[in-house]
């Protein structure tokens, strides 16, 4: 037998251990799982598991530089789209969609509340500020259900931007609402973490609370990074395997030491950042005074996620919803949802289409790197389904109609991509989400308002 054939078999969840830490290691071509009862190595199967992420960016987007012209193959795409456009042939714009209880069925004003707690859920807000909270779940976490038994966390939940959960925040609805897109139950939402610190802990940090507690404590203390606790099982498993699988592991281990060291100078520059600097006023310690930076962070963060099956579900709020916060590094110092409100000024639409650019840069950031990481005969992008988007329209006139949705990946070969797909209006955003669940394992008839499951994305 050709020594160069041999495969080792280990358990799929294959981590490296160490004193508070546990790392997952990506889908490596040495490493196929058993079956449960023994059976015979060559019935193996080392398909990579679909990946769900739910983008999320406030106040709508001027619609006119966000649709594309034509249907079917994408070809030029619009400005706020242009970022992207090394991904068209990742990608599908679906226009039409629409999501009914965003908007007040009777409940007076509070569009950008209902916004955010519809967004995931399709359900009606209780329009409260007190405990009284209803949002329904969200279908992220109908997902996670569904799949997180199979990875160390069942979700991860990400923003950018922090916010009160509690009090009120838009025409006497709670600011749960408007802070949160995912929601576990009616009436408890998956709090987002927006410190990178704490996220990167979560993602690394195993084993009882006093461990994680004293690895975090050594780590800091002696300025180790969290490589050094599993550097013992990093060697023995890059023994095992092939030499292309040791140096996708290496570059891995670096992938991770370089995010712990983004983690590492924001937490230096907060510790030495003037008092009262109008720019970054009073950010919680850790996290970056660049917005941008931020972002990139986050999304790096979930790349690895992803990449080592530690989670199959996330959601990330780019900003909350009805955000009001300035963009002077790209030239916009107004606030996002003032400007929101441009009554048809053509040139506080360019603004806004300028802050919707700059969102869109950040997601085809994220993009690149879940392309450039390979799995399989594709790569991680290739086997998730990325969706991005808002629950209001056109900001000025909050409606919720005709929403801005794009999607990315092929979910394992699921999805047709490189077109844009228009669909009749008043179809239930909800019927995406019924076909994304099939996706994922998770088929249902019905979620929210949906009235079967979205036409036409198999092509």
Not at 83 to 112: E, I, Q, S, W, Y
Not at 330 to 358: C, Y
Request: net charge neutral; proline share 6%; hydrophobic share 35%.
């Amino acid at each position: 037998m050709d020594p160069s054939n041999t495969r080792t078999f280990f358990p799929r969840r294959t981590f490296l251990r160490g004193l508070g830490a546990v790392m997952g290691v990506p889908l490596l071509e040495s490493i196929a799982p058993l079956r449960a009862l023994g059976g015979s190595s060559s019935s193996a199967s080392s398909a990579a598991p679909v990946r769900l992420a739910f983008l999320y960016v406030p106040n709508g987007v001027h619609m006119p530089h966000w649709t594309p012209a034509f249907e079917g193959a994408l070809t030029e795409l619009p400005a706020v789209l242009a970022p992207v456009a090394p991904f068209k042939r990742d990608m599908l714009v679906l226009t039409g969609l629409t999501h009914d209880k965003g908007r007040a069925n009777g409940d007076g004003p509070g569009d950008h509340a209902r916004a955010a707690a519809s967004w995931l859920t399709g359900s009606q807000a209780l329009k409260s500020e007190g405990s009284q909270i209803r949002a329904g779940v969200s279908v992220d976490q109908v997902a996670a259900d569904a799949v997180g038994s199979a990875t160390r966390l069942p979700s991860i939940e990400v923003g950018a931007e922090p916010g009160r959960q509690a009090g009120k925040c838009d025409s006497g609805y709670s600011c749960a609402y408007s802070n949160n897109i995912s929601w576990r139950n009616d009436s408890t939402a998956m709090t987002k973490e927006t410190n990178p610190r704490a996220i990167f802990e979560r993602m690394f940090g195993g084993g009882a609370d006093r461990d994680k507690s004293e690895s975090v404590a050594r780590r800091m203390r002696y300025q180790r990074s969290i490589l050094d606790f599993v550097r013992d099982d990093a060697k023995a498993l890059g023994s095992r395997v092939s030499g292309n699988d040791r140096r996708k592991l290496d570059e891995y281990l670096s992938a991770v030491r370089e995010i712990e060291q983004r983690v590492e100078r924001a937490e230096r520059e907060a510790s030495s950042r003037p008092a009262n600097v109008p720019e970054v006023p009073d950010l919680p310690a850790g996290i970056p005074a660049s917005y941008e930076e931020h972002l990139r962070l986050l999304g790096d963060m979930l790349v690895l996620a992803f990449q080592t099956d530690t989670t199959r579900v996330a959601t990330f709020m780019l900003a909350n919803e009805g955000s009001n916060k300035a963009y002077p590094f790209i030239g916009v110092k107004d606030g996002h949802h003032t400007l929101s409100h441009h009554e048809n000024d053509p040139e506080k639409q360019a603004r806004i289409s300028l802050i919707n650019q700059f969102h869109t840069r950040q997601l085809a950031y994220l993009l690149q790197r879940l392309k450039s990481v390979p799995e399989g005969e594709g790569s991680l992008l290739d086997n998730s389904l990325i969706l991005y988007g808002s629950s209001i329209s056109d900001g000025n006139r909050h409606n919720h109609d005709d929403l801005p949705v794009v999607m990315f990946g092929r979910g394992g070969g699921s999805v047709q991509t490189g077109r844009h797909i228009r669909y009749p209006l008043e179809t239930p955003m909800c019927n995406l989400f019924v076909s994304l669940l099939e996706r994922v394992g998770a088929p249902g008839s019905q979620f929210g308002d949906s009235t079967g499951t979205l036409r036409y994305l198999e092509g």
